[in-house]
């Protein structure tokens, strides 16, 4: 448990509590604040010959709205509060002074009063012991502390439930077991609650007694000056409770080693990174609470065909060079198995076609990914010799319609020719400069 500051009863308080026969008690928070700067607000008057203006404290105009003074008190309060400015030792001195301040100005009544007659006309009533008619003051400091008082974290009762812990599994997939789910059993070893003493750690006939150091609080609070320091009771380890008679088989503990099988249902379309939470599946809770969860952990193995895009899959088919001109047909691997795809004519390298509803089932939802067929146009390194000829004639026959301007798609030999035609210039030109020169 963090350390915490706490502001504890006046010593005016006290003496009364001591009258009244009955042991001190501590305060928390803004309850305490105000009690302890009420015990001077009495005698500050006396001590200082005159107040800082209100206005002047919170930094507003007089015709200021109360939205305006409410919201430069709160910076105020956030930035002079002893538990969060322990730097500064005239820090609790301004939160104080911030704090009047914004009990007479956030007021109607107060505020106009004060208007009229200055601190002459709330004295009577300004100090922190009185009524706040406008806001609350716990309630105020919840807006900026979430609800949990001064101390930063709210105050829990040493012998409330509480959660077990969480647990963390780690498992590894194929790429098919993560597209179409599976069931795994995990064998997991966790704290069970101790079925001899139920839990409590006590011997089974005795009960915990309350800590006689901290009387069931579970804190030790060391007074320095107007603060004190609020740590973790050091006989019963902040639980408020001790045990005598520690049961046999847990030690006190209320909760025994215990290993179990969990089944997890993996479902459709899990992917690598995931997390995949078993509610109350892990370690079992203490005084009543719920148990922790069981977390497992996705890392899914590369596969040899198929790789994952979100919910699209993306598969590689080499094709032939004659299969890209002519067109066709081409079995083609699946989630679900083969299928014969139809290959256009006239196919280009890496060509990427869609099959719509054939990819992975988005997680909660009915829809599915496409799969993406990256067309891979192979060309030959060996030939048979009707192959090389037929080739030959096709290159012959492709020639021959570039050099007519009948195969737009055959520009490269276009190209060649008229290098070619380039060159038997240049010759012709060396071989008329030779002949003149003889």
């Not at 700067?37 to 002047?56: G, I, L, N, Q, V």
């Not at 004060?114 to 309630?139: I, L, P, R, S, T």
């Not at 064998?187 to 069931?216: L, R, Y």
Request: glycine share 10%; proline share 5%; hydrophobic share 30%.
């Amino acid at each position: 448990m963090a350390m915490r500051s706490v502001l504890l009863r006046s010593a005016a308080a006290r003496a009364l509590g001591a009258q009244a026969r009955r042991p001190p008690t501590l305060t928390y928070g803004a309850a305490a604040l105000l009690e302890h700067c009420a015990t001077f607000h009495s005698t500050r008057a006396a001590m200082e010959p005159s107040k800082r203006d209100f206005y002047d404290v919170l930094g507003t105009s007089r015709d200021a709205s109360k939205n305006e003074i409410k919201k430069k008190y709160y910076q105020l309060a956030k930035k002079y509060h002893p538990d969060t400015n322990k730097a500064d030792p005239n820090a609790a001195k301004k939160f104080a002074e911030a704090t009047e301040a914004w009990e007479i100005l956030g007021d109607d009544d107060k505020r106009q009063k004060y208007d009229a007659y200055g601190h002459a006309g709330v004295d009577e009533q300004a100090g922190f012991g009185g009524g706040f008619q406008g806001q609350g003051f716990e309630d105020i400091f919840g807006e900026f502390f979430g609800g949990q008082g001064f101390g930063g974290r709210a105050r829990s009762s040493a012998n409330q439930p509480q959660r077990g812990a969480d647990i963390q599994v780690d498992i590894s997939l194929s790429f098919m077991e993560a597209v179409k789910g599976t069931t795994r059993d995990l064998n997991i070893t966790a704290n069970v609650e101790c079925d001899t003493c139920d839990g409590s750690g006590a011997k089974p006939g005795t009960k915990k007694k309350t800590c006689p150091t901290c009387n069931g609080s579970g804190v030790q609070i060391m007074q320095q000056g107007f603060f004190a320091v609020e740590t973790p009771c050091r006989r019963c380890r902040g639980e408020g409770s001790i045990i005598e008679s520690p049961c046999g088989k847990c030690h006190g503990k209320g909760a025994v080693k215990k290993p179990r099988t969990v089944e997890v249902k993996i479902p459709e379309g899990v992917d690598q990174g995931m997390n995949l939470r078993l509610a109350h599946q892990g370690e079992s809770g203490q005084r009543g609470g719920p148990a922790g969860h069981l977390y497992v952990g996705i890392h899914v193995l590369p596969d040899p065909f198929f790789k994952r895009r979100k919910t699209d899959v993306l598969v590689d088919v080499p094709i032939s060079v004659a299969r890209a001109v002519l067109g066709g047909t081409v079995v083609v691997p699946t989630l679900t198995g083969e299928v014969e795809m139809k290959i256009p004519r006239g196919t280009q390298p890496d060509t990427v076609l869609q099959m719509r509803g054939k990819g992975i089932k988005e997680l909660n939802s009915n829809r599915r990914g496409s799969q993406l067929v990256n067309l891979q146009v192979c060309v030959p390194k060996n030939l048979s010799k009707r192959q090389e000829e037929l080739m030959e004639e096709f290159l012959a026959e492709e020639n021959e319609r570039a050099e007519k301007g009948e195969d737009p798609d055959s520009k490269p030999h276009s190209f060649t020719k008229s290098v070619r035609d380039t060159v038997d210039r240049i010759k012709s030109f060396i071989k008329s400069c030779k002949d003149e020169s003889s």
